[in-house]
């Protein structure tokens, strides 16, 4: 498991006292009280005790507890409707530029308490991930790949297991890249692909005279460095700081049989590389702070990942190197940015812009009009900003 150290739990069962691993991949910490849960439990007593903090063990049916956290969540979207805003509860989109970030915010509040009261749903588990429930699935292979090997029971929420189970189908049929005509096999705690009009400016932008190297930092799936690799470049050198990234990546590259990328496990840049004709960084869009290691790959807390790369991305570009970062403007729209702002970064990097390539938001959000920040979502612009150091140019 990633989990850097062990965390125990201590409960009453049938008053035994039980001092049980508990399993967290959404940093919740273990729970405080746990009352014991079955078939006869109602959506509304579940609901109540979630609210008040109480964790809930499920001995009853696998298939029921499923059943009952589609109606706690039911229950929480209900409760969400009456908490976002007048405006979105008049179901028309949010214009004002003074409430935007406001909403953001309320809903980034909103999704961390729905995160907290659905996680109090608890499974136990025998060593190897083994369930005892009536009509429970086979557990072991999805959990292993998502959690590592496990020698002792231990306590998980159903939510993060269902997140297990996801990552497994996610593993097993991928994700369709239509543009390269092929799918990228997403890890459990690894972003999955599933927007990629940005795959589109990556197959269009003008490869720099000489592309012998390039470095793709924070490859997450390998897809960027699969793109660069596809397109001719002949060393690619990717880096990441997540160990599942990593092991995600070498196994798309392995599947798609491409030889010439070179994984490296660093906070950014490779080290003991020479200088790359091409830097390429997707890095995450949105200056918030991530609730959970899951969600590292949108949220980038005060665009410190942003930020660090352009800092130090000069010094390891060839003469005539280009930089190409993949970077949606939605931020700008929230408020969360300014335009001003991301040039002014790159200025202060000794960085120009040499040309830039856009590309509209395809994905349902945008479409969505009762969404509250549709007016947002729909303005959005993902762009390539080709990039050149000014003292190497």
């Given at each position: 498991?990633?989990?850097t150290?062990?965390?125990?739990?201590?409960w009453?069962d049938?008053?035994?006292?039980r001092?049980t691993?508990?399993?967290?991949?959404?940093?919740?910490?273990p729970?405080?009280?746990i009352?014991?849960?079955d078939?006869q439990t109602?959506?509304d007593?579940?609901?109540?005790?979630?609210c008040?903090?109480t964790?809930?063990?499920w001995r009853?049916?696998?298939h029921?507890?499923?059943?009952l956290?589609?109606?706690l969540?039911?229950r929480?979207?209900?409760?969400?409707?009456?908490?976002i805003?007048k405006a979105a509860k008049s179901g028309?989109?949010?214009?004002d530029?003074?409430?935007?970030?406001?909403i953001f915010h309320?809903?980034r509040l909103?999704?961390?308490q729905?995160a907290r009261v659905l996680?109090?749903?608890l499974?136990e588990?025998d060593?190897g991930?083994v369930?005892?429930?009536r009509?429970a699935?086979?557990?072991s292979a999805?959990?292993?790949?998502a959690?590592?090997?496990?020698d002792?029971?231990?306590?998980?929420s159903?939510?993060d297991?269902?997140g297990?189970?996801?990552?497994?189908?996610?593993?097993?049929?991928?994700?369709p890249i239509n543009?390269l005509?092929?799918?990228?096999?997403?890890?459990?705690?690894v972003?999955?692909?599933?927007?990629h009009?940005?795959?589109?400016?990556?197959l269009?932008?003008?490869?720099p005279?000489?592309h012998?190297l390039a470095?793709d930092?924070?490859?997450g799936?390998?897809l960027?460095a699969?793109?660069?690799?596809?397109?001719?470049?002949?060393?690619?050198?990717?880096?990441?700081l997540n160990?599942?990234a990593?092991?995600?990546a070498a196994?798309?590259?392995?599947r798609?049989?491409?030889?010439s990328?070179?994984?490296q496990q660093?906070?950014?840049?490779p080290?003991?590389?020479?200088l790359a004709?091409l830097?390429?960084?997707?890095?995450?869009?949105l200056?918030a702070?991530?609730?959970?290691?899951l969600e590292?790959?949108v949220?980038?807390a005060?665009?410190?990942?942003l930020?660090?790369?352009l800092?130090?991305?000069?010094?390891?570009?060839?003469?005539?190197?280009e930089v190409?970062?993949?970077l949606?403007?939605?931020a700008e729209h929230?408020?969360l940015?300014t335009r001003?702002?991301l040039?002014g970064?790159?200025?202060?990097a000794?960085?120009a812009?040499?040309y830039?390539?856009d590309t509209?938001p395809?994905?349902g959000?945008?479409?969505?009009?009762?969404?509250p920040?549709?007016?947002?979502?729909?303005?959005?612009?993902t762009s390539?900003?080709?990039?050149?150091?000014?003292?190497k140019?």
């Amino acid at each position: 498991m990633l989990q850097t150290e062990k965390q125990y739990v201590q409960w009453q069962d049938n008053g035994i006292t039980r001092n049980t691993l508990w399993l967290s991949e959404s940093n919740q910490p273990p729970p405080a009280r746990i009352v014991m849960v079955d078939d006869q439990t109602t959506a509304d007593e579940a609901y109540r005790f979630a609210c008040e903090g109480t964790s809930m063990l499920w001995r009853g049916d696998f298939h029921n507890a499923r059943q009952l956290l589609q109606a706690l969540t039911r229950r929480i979207e209900r409760t969400e409707q009456r908490k976002i805003s007048k405006a979105a509860k008049s179901g028309k989109p949010v214009t004002d530029s003074a409430v935007i970030p406001n909403i953001f915010h309320q809903q980034r509040l909103v999704q961390a308490q729905r995160a907290r009261v659905l996680s109090r749903l608890l499974l136990e588990l025998d060593a190897g991930y083994v369930s005892r429930l009536r009509r429970a699935p086979e557990l072991s292979a999805a959990c292993t790949a998502a959690f590592g090997e496990l020698d002792e029971s231990c306590l998980i929420s159903f939510r993060d297991l269902q997140g297990a189970l996801g990552a497994a189908q996610w593993r097993e049929k991928g994700v369709p890249i239509n543009a390269l005509e092929l799918s990228i096999f997403p890890h459990y705690g690894v972003f999955a692909p599933t927007r990629h009009e940005y795959v589109q400016l990556l197959l269009d932008a003008a490869l720099p005279d000489q592309h012998e190297l390039a470095f793709d930092i924070g490859t997450g799936t390998g897809l960027l460095a699969v793109i660069l690799a596809q397109r001719g470049v002949k060393q690619v050198v990717a880096t990441d700081l997540n160990p599942r990234a990593l092991a995600c990546a070498a196994d798309n590259l392995q599947r798609l049989e491409l030889t010439s990328v070179e994984l490296q496990q660093a906070d950014l840049f490779p080290t003991q590389q020479p200088l790359a004709n091409l830097i390429v960084c997707n890095p995450p869009w949105l200056p918030a702070k991530p609730s959970s290691p899951l969600e590292y790959a949108v949220y980038d807390a005060k665009s410190a990942m942003l930020r660090g790369f352009l800092q130090g991305v000069g010094k390891h570009l060839a003469p005539h190197g280009e930089v190409w970062l993949i970077l949606s403007d939605l931020a700008e729209h929230l408020q969360l940015r300014t335009r001003e702002e991301l040039l002014g970064w790159f200025a202060e990097a000794g960085l120009a812009v040499k040309y830039r390539l856009d590309t509209q938001p395809k994905h349902g959000r945008s479409q969505d009009k009762s969404d509250p920040l549709y007016a947002a979502r729909s303005a959005e612009v993902t762009s390539l900003w080709c990039l050149i150091c000014v003292g190497k140019n």
